[in-house]
Each structure stands twice: as structure tokens, then as C-alpha cells.
């Protein structure tokens, strides 16, 4: 046998951990939908902390969960601008984030 037919087999024999494994459906779902969620979730973040403050809901108000439900809702909207470049509604956000932020720190 040839010494480089030989060694062109090694070459062209991937080790199995190298070997790409299929992705199940749900793999390919996350991949896919991956910043669509994040986004979904940040907004129902913000959604959920407008409206515990405008229920007027004194359990959560006397915990950190309305900043910490801003600081998140904020965040990953802004993110999600930022990849799109929608400049306005970031601004929006990194003011929220600001604000939430800032109301955070005084109640700590």
C-alpha cells in the first residue's frame, strides 16, 4: 500500500466527536427563534410591571420585582434594536433601562 494513499484515508476519516450531530426539531426551533423569544420575553417583562404598577398590586411593590421586571424587559428589547438598528426605540429603551435601574438602586 502507498504510504500517502494510507495517510489520505486518515486525513479523510473524521474522529466521531468532530462529526456534526443531526438536530432534533426543537434544536432547530430554538436556533431559529432564538432572539424572537428573548425579545417576546423582555416585552412581557415591561408588560407585566406596567401592570403591577397600575393595579396598584402592594406585594409586589414592596419587593424588587417591578425594577427587576423593567431592568430584564428593557434589556432585551434594547438588544433586539440594537441588532435591528432601530435607533429611536433604543434610545427608549437604555432610558428605561436608566430609570429602572436608578429606582432600583434607591429602594436597595
Request: aromatic fraction near 14%.
Given at each position: 500500500?502507498?504510504?500517502?494513499?494510507?495517510?489520505?484515508?486518515?486525513?479523510?476519516?473524521?474522529?466521531?466527536?468532530?462529526v456534526?450531530?443531526?438536530e432534533t426539531?426543537?434544536?432547530?426551533?430554538?436556533?431559529?427563534?432564538?432572539w424572537?423569544?428573548y425579545?417576546?420575553s423582555?416585552?412581557?417583562?415591561?408588560l407585566?410591571?406596567?401592570t403591577?404598577?397600575s393595579?396598584e398590586?402592594?406585594?409586589?411593590?414592596e419587593?424588587?420585582?417591578?425594577?427587576?421586571?423593567?431592568?430584564?424587559?428593557?434589556?432585551?428589547?434594547?438588544?433586539?434594536?440594537?441588532?435591528a438598528?432601530?435607533?429611536?426605540?433604543?434610545?427608549?429603551?437604555?432610558?428605561?433601562?436608566?430609570?429602572?435601574?436608578?429606582?432600583?438602586?434607591?429602594?436597595?
Amino acid at each position: 500500500m502507498n504510504p500517502a494513499t494510507e495517510q489520505d484515508d486518515l486525513v479523510r476519516t473524521p474522529c466521531p466527536e468532530c462529526v456534526p450531530q443531526e438536530e432534533t426539531p426543537f434544536q432547530e426551533f430554538l436556533k431559529s427563534h432564538a432572539w424572537d423569544l428573548y425579545g417576546w420575553s423582555g416585552s412581557l417583562g415591561v408588560l407585566t410591571a406596567y401592570t403591577v404598577t397600575s393595579l396598584e398590586i402592594e406585594e409586589w411593590h414592596e419587593s424588587y420585582a417591578v425594577d427587576l421586571l423593567n431592568l430584564y424587559g428593557s434589556l432585551a428589547i434594547g438588544t433586539l434594536c440594537y441588532r435591528a438598528k432601530i435607533w429611536p426605540a433604543l434610545s427608549l429603551e437604555v432610558a428605561w433601562f436608566g430609570i429602572a435601574g436608578y429606582s432600583l438602586f434607591c429602594e436597595i
